[in-house]
């Protein structure tokens, strides 16, 4: 029997998967699909976005340059020059509902604790390619993936979960659907999924067009929808506001597509072939719990919302790296009371932020004779300086804060890439998915309290690159930091925040 049987071979279970392997986990990953590769997958379809903070989570496991590889692109243009001492500028902000910004106008100011790190700025890629690295990854740290078996039931007692897919039943002590939006767990373990449904059907497409040049490229808002148009050949993307009654209801016909692009763009643009095409809507939904007994939900088997901004990747990842630790030290018996159910409490804010963007974004873009008075009116307060940092604040991964109970700067925070003297960086510390305890205090008054917990945190100590003003961190192995204190820590709540989040010292 194994620890954990994870449903779903996407960037979000492969990912949860390695972090529980790293941990010592056994793990089991069925995937419906035979066939691991996909044109689905690959460019120009398969296009997805990684914020900063999914590039800071594939740094902080190690993954960083093989992702830069596989997604051929550059390493300069996402990290900071090593021997710098202050991080530089954001280089890039999203786009709200297809309005682009200038990333000059984000106020540095406002974005505190921040270090130069190898993983800053967000990219381009394709499923493809983070599905590539991380089935290696988890591969490589012993994760079976059986591919071909279709989950057909699930069930759980007070011990045990069973998945029962191909005809043969799959034991484990825990299931983890990341399974999609039209998860099988999800709806076979009864998980309540509520939110609003669709005001438009979306489509992706690519396509061979016989006069390209009547199509602008980038975003195009028109007084009958939307299209995007990329610099792929043929790559093409529309919103038609149907209140959502195409999507999945019949064949997509080069017919229908040209009639949905000639009504939105408002052109007379002429489709002659179609290579792909896919449909889908602005339906926002969540699960009311990601937990139920032995099954939990990650990515869009907990949450589902329309793919403008390109959250739902980075959102899923979020899921993965915040439940892998909790649920590995439960599976070990190290966890505290109630670890397990702060995925939930921490994660399903986060998520309801995210659909609540994605709404927010779909309003902007819906037709209708005031919609061009709306949309002059946001580009002008989001194009101030307040209003671009916010729109960074919200899409980059980076300013999330996590309701620990403290209201201490940092605390609750993604933690900033601290550099020691001799050269060592936080993200090296977590490479394994331990604990971090950062004693920058002279004398390291944190080390023997901290080395009680052996081999579940690692401590380092000596004077750090730039403190930041704090003598002393305890960072979880997601990367949050847990504590903080000055160059006169207080030990005692030290010890109580890692007891709280590592569990009991180990004897």
């Known amino acids: 029997m194994n620890d954990v049987v994870i449903v779903g071979a996407g960037p979000v279970g492969l990912f949860l998967a390695g972090e529980l392997a790293l941990a010592g986990c056994s793990v089991l990953v069925l995937e419906r699909d035979q066939e691991r590769s996909s044109p689905w997958k690959a460019l120009p379809l398969g296009l997805r976005g990684l914020n900063a903070g999914s590039m800071e989570t594939f740094y902080r496991r190690g993954m960083l340059d093989e992702l830069l590889k596989a997604s051929r692109a550059d390493g300069k243009t996402v990290g900071a020059d090593p021997d710098a001492h202050e991080a530089p500028a954001p280089r890039g902000v999203s786009h709200f509902a297809g309005m682009r910004l200038d990333p000059a106008g984000i106020d540095i100011a406002a974005l505190p604790f921040r270090l130069p790190s190898p993983a800053m700025e967000g990219i381009m890629t394709s499923l493809d390619a983070v599905e590539t690295v991380l089935a290696e990854r988890a591969v490589a740290l012993g994760v079976q993936i059986l591919r071909g078996a279709a989950v ?3 069930s759980q007692d007070g ?9 043969r039943e799959h034991r484990a002590r825990w299931l983890v659907g990341c399974d999609g939006g039209r998860s099988t767990v999800r709806q076979l373990a009864g998980f ?12 992706t497409a690519h396509v061979t067009l ?5 199509l602008s490229l980038g975003f195009n808002l028109t007084p009958t929808g939307m299209y ?3 610099p792929v050949e043929g790559h093409l993307g529309m919103m038609d506001f149907d209140g959502g009654t195409f999507d999945r209801s019949q064949p997509l016909t080069r017919e229908h597509l040209q009639t949905v692009l ?10 002659t072939e179609v290579h792909r095409a896919s449909s889908f809507t602005d339906r926002a939904m969540q699960a009311t ?3 139920d007994g032995r099954i939990l939900l990650a990515g869009d088997a907990a949450h589902i919302h329309s793919p403008l901004g390109g959250q739902g990747l980075n959102l899923g990842i ?10 590995a030290a439960t599976v070990h018996g190290t966890a505290p009371d109630g670890l397990l159910d702060t995925y939930t409490a921490e994660r399903h804010p986060v998520g309801a932020a995210i659909l609540d963007w994605s709404r927010a974004q779909v309003a902007t873009m819906n037709p209708g004779p005031n919609a061009p008075a709306l949309r002059r009116l946001l580009h002008h307060l989001l194009g101030t300086r307040e209003g671009t940092t916010h729109v960074y604040r919200s899409t980059s991964g980076l300013s999330h804060r996590y309701d620990l109970g403290d209201d201490r700067p940092l605390v609750g925070r993604t933690a900033p890439d601290f550099r020691l003297a001799d050269g060592t960086r936080l993200g090296d510390l977590l490479r394994e998915g331990h604990g971090v305890a950062l004693d920058f205090t002279a004398g390291g008054r944190l080390h023997d309290a901290a080395t009680t917990w052996k081999s579940r945190l690692r401590y380092a100590a000596g004077p750090a690159r730039d403190d930041l003003g704090f003598g002393a961190l305890l960072i979880r192995p997601d990367g949050v930091v847990a504590w903080a204190d000055d160059h006169s820590p207080d030990v005692e709540a030290f010890r109580d925040a890692a007891t709280r989040w590592l569990g009991d010292p180990t004897p």
């Open 210 to 214: 016989a006069d390209p040049q009547q």
């Open 192 to 203: 309540a999924f509520t939110g609003t449904e669709p005001l438009f059907t979306g489509y």
């Open 289 to 291: 719990t990601y937990r």
């Open 228 to 230: 995007l148009r990329t």
């Open 159 to 167: 011990d045990t979960v069973v998945a029962r897919a191909g005809g």
């Open 262 to 271: 000639r009504r939105v763009s408002g052109t007379d643009a002429t489709i």
């Open 152 to 154: 057909e039931a699930v």
């Open 318 to 327: 979020g899921d993965a790296v915040n439940l892998g630790w909790k649920l």
